[in-house]
């Protein structure tokens, strides 16, 4: 039964890796990416990943925030036109100030999601990398000698419902 398991879940890896390298093939394939990553932004990015993510994250953490900003912004002209020249100054600088200050944390929250992010994603993969490894696994006797691990025949007789 463990091993039909194993098996089943070794076969899904593969097909997800698969998948994900067809689709990062399309996205590297797609002409402007291609334009993007032979541009001295798209070349800087691309020796430098943790940057690279870390902005990507910034950028969709921060869009909700610039959002509403524009919202107030588009929402305090429409007052200005009925006479409210005043107050729509006010706003507006109140309104950059406190866009300002989110963007700032948001910055700083994004470099601190891309290294948990990036850090978790090289745990994980390695940790998959060990236990769907092909190579037999060494054990360390006693008496100092290496002898290969116990085949996992061996434990059948161990885990039988």
């Known amino acids: 039964m463990a091993k039909e398991e194993l098996r089943s879940i070794s076969r899904n890896l593969q097909e997800l890796q698969k998948k994900l390298s067809l689709l990062i093939d399309s996205f590297q394939n797609n002409s402007k990416v291609v334009a993007f990553m032979k541009s001295p932004v798209g070349q800087y ?78 745990v994980v993969s390695s940790l998959i990398n060990y236990w769907f490894s092909p190579r037999p696994l060494i054990q360390q006797n006693t008496n100092g000698d290496f002898l290969p691990a116990m085949k996992s025949a061996d434990f059948e007789g161990l885990y039988q419902e």
Do not use: N, Q, W
């Open 45 to 122: 990015l691309d020796r430098h990943p943790f940057l690279a993510f870390t902005l990507l994250v910034f950028i969709v953490m921060s869009a909700v925030p610039v959002g509403f900003f524009l919202l107030i912004v588009i929402l305090t002209s429409l007052a200005a036109l009925l006479g409210v020249i005043i107050l729509e100054g006010l706003v507006i600088a109140v309104g950059g100030l406190s866009l300002l200050c989110i963007l700032c944390g948001l910055g700083f929250v994004s470099l601190v999601m891309s290294g948990m992010m990036i850090a978790s994603y090289v």
